[in-house]
């Protein structure tokens, strides 16, 4: 059985993150399991939206430390090939009047107060930086323009690739059945090829992190949710790579959009969605009626979009806990294991400024961030990041 300082289950956006930055912290001996390939998980279902924008402010500060990365990603890695895949455009929210109104104006402020660049627009400023759409409905429109949208693959595998020249060993194919503890510490962990020793495990499941309550016994309140993305193409009405992507609070999913290149459109709903059994990463279905009632949405937002055709769907799982915010660090009771699962829609968002902090705390270093309000005993405390649109991505 070989030994490691640290071993790291799971090799998404957030598990390469966590393995890079171990390394960079100075960990000598480093092990990525991952089940199946790099980056091959839910991170490839991503729409990879990047913001700021979230009324929980401890997610804010993550963002932001988080989108210094994207914004520098060659550099902060060394590696001069790397790439986020990075299209800086900006981020345009609105909500009409009514109960979003209120949370949002706190919202944008909060940014505000952490320092980042957000505007207020009046209408006709929000139609010159997105004149597909309309806002004649707008109570209030924010935007940050230090915000857009990568490609959350090519940041899983450059993480990746610039642990491997860090020292880490990254085995792919690897399913790992077991926790291995004694005595309230883990040990190391039992895979379908062999065991592999090490009294520190970072777990990042995603999807499957409900293993940690089949290994130990401790309550992982997290749940697999399917959620549909779709592009749609409008000849007469482009949505290019130019402008914002879109938050709408007014409509009844909070729709999501941006450029999906040439005429096309990626939108889908911030809201809940359909929750499954078991974890399944694969595609489901997508019924006609789901497609119009979307279509319906777009179309009230952007008239031209009446007549849009559907160019490609596909469907993506969230690990989602009840408050949709993610658990972060150590386990009570459980000396030796770090987890970072339910991020519950914007891990990719966070996967630099997450990876950071776990890396931190499974070498017991001070954390960049603090960890203590995404701890797990905030819901049986009732202390809850609840964002203040409702249960949904934008959180």
Known sequence: MENFDAIVIGAGVIGSSVAYHLARLGAKKVLVLERSQIGAGTSTQSSGILRTHYSVMENVELAKRSWSVFNNFAEYLGDEEASAGLVKCGYLICAPDGP???????????????????????????????????????????????????????????????????????????????????????????????????????????????????????????????????????????????????????????????????????????????????????????????????????????PAYEAAGLASSWTGVYDVTPDWNPVLGRLPGLEGLVVGYGFSGHGFKLSPGVGLVLAQEALRLPTDVPLAPYALDRFSSGQLLTGKYGLGAVS
């Open 100 to 302: 979003k109104l209120s949370p949002l104006r706190s919202a944008l402020e909060g940014q505000r107060a952490k320092g980042i660049e957000v505007q207020f627009l009046g209408r006709d400023e929000a139609r010159s930086l997105l004149p597909i759409a309309h806002f004649d409905d707008a109570a209030l429109i924010g935007y940050e323009p230090e915000a857009g949208f990568a490609d959350a693959y090519l940041v899983a595998t450059s993480f990746a690739r610039a642990a491997r020249r860090l020292g880490v060993k990254i085995m792919e194919g690897v399913n790992v059945e077991r926790l291995l503890v004694d005595n309230g510490r883990v040990y190391g962990v039992e895979t379908n090829q062999g065991t592999f020793r090490s009294d520190t495990v970072v777990s990042a499941q995603n999807i499957w992190a409900r293993d940690i309550e089949r290994w130990t016994g401790i309550a992982t309140p997290v749940a697999a949710e399917r959620h549909t993305v779709l592009a749609l193409e409008c000849p007469d009405a482009a949505y290019s790579f130019k402008m914002p992507v879109f938050k709408d609070l007014g409509s009844p999913g909070m729709l999501y959009c941006r450029s999906y290149g040439g005429n096309q459109m990626l939108v889908s709903e911030g809201i809940v969605g359909e929750t499954l059994p078991q974890p399944d990463n694969e595609q489901g279905d997508i019924s006609m009626d789901y497609i119009v009632e979307i279509g319906a949405q777009v179309a009230e937002r952007f």
